[in-house]
Nanobody, 125 residues
Framework: QVKLVESGGGLVQAGGSLRLSCAASGRTFSGDVMGWFRQAPGKEREVIATIRRIATSTYYAYYADSVKGRFTISRDNANDTVWLQMNSLKPEDTAVYYC???????????????WGQGTQVTVSS
């Protein structure tokens, strides 16, 4: 059974940091694009970061403008784990954060096949 399990969410004050983890199991995801998405109440799910391998030991990371310079996505293919380091958090970062996997390079959430259950991130002002 393929599963993605996020962890690391919580409550943090503005300016603080959190590190989200996503553990994948059931098959190898080394060839997939891994993405982090978030959904705030009343808003659509949005992509915030993706990472894909473009050559041996070379990865390309994409960031949404809203998180560029503050968030860092990384992955460990040997352990099928993806992380999202979030620094300088703002109240507007409050959302449920999801990791997802896609076999193709895309930022369209509809193209992501596997999803985790989500982890809540709340940033207080």
């Amino acid at each position: 059974q393929v599963k993605l399990v996020e962890s690391g969410g919580g409550l943090v004050q503005a300016g603080g940091s959190l590190r989200l983890s996503c553990a994948a199991s059931g098959r190898t995801f080394s060839g997939d694009v891994m993405g982090w998405f978030r959904q705030a109440p009343g808003k659509e799910r949005e992509v915030i970061a993706t990472i894909r391998r473009i050559a041996t030991s070379t990865y390309y990371a994409y960031y949404a403008d809203s998180v560029k310079g503050r968030f860092t996505i990384s992955r460990d293919n040997a352990n099928d784990t993806v992380w999202l380091q979030m620094n300088s958090l703002k109240p507007e970062d409050t959302a449920v954060y999801y990791c997802a996997a896609s076999p193709i390079a895309t930022m369209d959430p509809n193209k992501y096949i596997y999803w985790g259950q989500g982890t809540q991130v709340t940033v207080s002002s």
